[in-house]
């Protein structure tokens, strides 16, 4: 076993001296479009956890009252089918691709796979030559079976050339949390209290045993389409589970107890990036950070299985008078 990263168990960050120099994506081909996106009018939130459940070394607390602006946001992540049309269209090729390799869950490897290099400190991620976001799983897997589902194995830089090439932006976390608690105030779910209320299945994480035994009990082992599940009040599909979503903000557990309550966008400095959701493999056992308080630091250069992004944009005062015209039918909005 070979300690190759240093790092959260919920996402391993590549060795310090890797750092790529990739560059964002200049060739911007839409113009931020709304089509799609759900419109959210912003105000007072309170913004963070101090219930049992919350991680004091992440920084959830203190809770605190933030202020923001209207925003535009995409209801899901992005997916394997609108990352293919950015590579298409611009022939990038991501950090994974430029190291030859990523991080993948091993329980997704097939028995036979050749031995693979692992996390000291959880075992489970496995280092797998070949792996990057066509190839989840390293040679002979293939996300074109899957186009619906989040799009993985793309850095905080990735990201930002993807949303650079739309038109768009990455939310920062106080607009991720606002938009994934759905207008509930102060629940742990984008739902309610209870993680599986009646006894459903809410959202796509571990059930069982980890990481040896997966139940599957939700329908899913690995990632499930982006528009899986119920949304929540605001129309946002799998804001919790499924995937982490990369954020703007850099990311440090001290911060939230001093940061600007108006349209807060995190630390001026910090080597990590924040990262919001929980995702696919996390299981209270060792991991319950699948609650909209919950966040993570990740290293922006480090490409892993369970992250992915999703978009926002600025309401701009166009999109009133567009809207005022009936222009924007096929965006939704919340009141």
Same mark, same amino acid.
């Given at each position: 076993m070979t300690d190759t990263t240093t790092g959260d168990c919920c996402a391993p960050t590549r060795p310090a001296g890797e750092a790529s120099r990739t560059e964002t994506a200049r060739t911007r081909a839409?113009?931020? %479009?709304t089509v799609g996106l759900v419109r959210?009018?912003?105000?007072?939130?309170?913004?963070?956890?101090? @219930?049992?459940?919350? /991680?004091?070394?992440?920084?959830?607390?203190?809770?605190?009252?933030?202020?923001?602006d209207p925003f535009w946001i995409s209801p899901?992540?992005?997916?394997? !089918?609108?990352?293919?049309?950015?590579?298409?269209?611009?022939?990038?090729?991501?950090?994974?691709?430029?190291?030859?390799w990523s991080f993948v869950f091993g329980g997704l490897l097939p028995d036979d796979f050749p031995p693979t290099r692992g996390v000291a400190a959880a075992p489970w991620w496995r280092q797998v030559e070949g792996a990057y976001?066509? @190839?989840?799983?390293?040679?002979?897997?293939?996300?074109?079976? *899957?186009?619906?589902?989040?799009?993985?194995?793309?850095?905080? *830089?990735?990201?930002?050339? /993807?949303?650079?090439?739309?038109?768009?932006?990455?939310?920062?976390? !106080?607009?991720?949390? /606002?938009a994934a608690r759905g207008g509930?105030?102060?629940?742990?779910?984008?739902?309610?209290?209870?993680l599986e209320p009646s006894g459903r299945h809410r959202m796509n994480v571990w059930q069982g045993e980890f990481p040896g035994r997966n139940e599957c009990s939700d329908g899913w082992y690995g990632t499930c389409p982006v528009d899986a599940f119920e949304p929540n009040g605001y129309g946002l599909h799998n804001t919790t589970g499924n995937v982490w979503e990369w954020?703007?903000?850099?990311?440090?557990?001290?911060?939230?107890?001093?940061?600007?309550?108006?349209?807060p966008k995190g630390p001026e400095r910090g080597e990590r990036r924040s990262a919001r959701g929980g995702s696919y493999?996390?299981?209270? %056992?060792?991991? *319950?950070? /699948?609650?909209?308080?919950?966040?993570?630091?990740?290293?922006p250069d480090s490409s892993i299985g369970n992250i992915g992004f999703r978009c926002v944009r600025d309401v701009w005062s166009s999109d009133e008078e567009q809207e005022a015209a009936g222009w924007n039918a096929g965006s939704s909005s919340t009141s």
């Amino acid at each position: 076993m070979t300690d190759t990263t240093t790092g959260d168990c919920c996402a391993p960050t590549r060795p310090a001296g890797e750092a790529s120099r990739t560059e964002t994506a200049r060739t911007r081909a839409h113009s931020g %479009s709304t089509v799609g996106l759900v419109r959210l009018d912003g105000g007072e939130f309170r913004m963070g956890s101090e @219930r049992d459940e919350a /991680y004091p070394q992440d920084g959830e607390g203190p809770v605190r009252m933030v202020r923001l602006d209207p925003f535009w946001i995409s209801p899901t992540a992005v997916s394997v !089918a609108d990352f293919a049309a950015f590579v298409d269209a611009t022939a990038y090729r991501t950090d994974a691709e430029r190291w030859g390799w990523s991080f993948v869950f091993g329980g997704l490897l097939p028995d036979d796979f050749p031995p693979t290099r692992g996390v000291a400190a959880a075992p489970w991620w496995r280092q797998v030559e070949g792996a990057y976001w066509w @190839r989840p799983e390293g040679p002979g897997s293939d996300a074109g079976e *899957r186009p619906d589902h989040p799009v993985t194995h793309v850095s905080f *830089r990735d990201a930002l050339a /993807y949303c650079d090439w739309a038109g768009l932006r990455l939310p920062t976390e !106080a607009e991720w949390e /606002y938009a994934a608690r759905g207008g509930l105030d102060g629940k742990p779910f984008p739902w309610g209290e209870q993680l599986e209320p009646s006894g459903r299945h809410r959202m796509n994480v571990w059930q069982g045993e980890f990481p040896g035994r997966n139940e599957c009990s939700d329908g899913w082992y690995g990632t499930c389409p982006v528009d899986a599940f119920e949304p929540n009040g605001y129309g946002l599909h799998n804001t919790t589970g499924n995937v982490w979503e990369w954020c703007a903000d850099r990311f440090d557990p001290d911060f939230p107890a001093r940061d600007t309550r108006l349209n807060p966008k995190g630390p001026e400095r910090g080597e990590r990036r924040s990262a919001r959701g929980g995702s696919y493999l996390c299981h209270e %056992s060792y991991c *319950r950070r /699948y609650r909209v308080s919950a966040r993570q630091g990740v290293t922006p250069d480090s490409s892993i299985g369970n992250i992915g992004f999703r978009c926002v944009r600025d309401v701009w005062s166009s999109d009133e008078e567009q809207e005022a015209a009936g222009w924007n039918a096929g965006s939704s909005s919340t009141s």
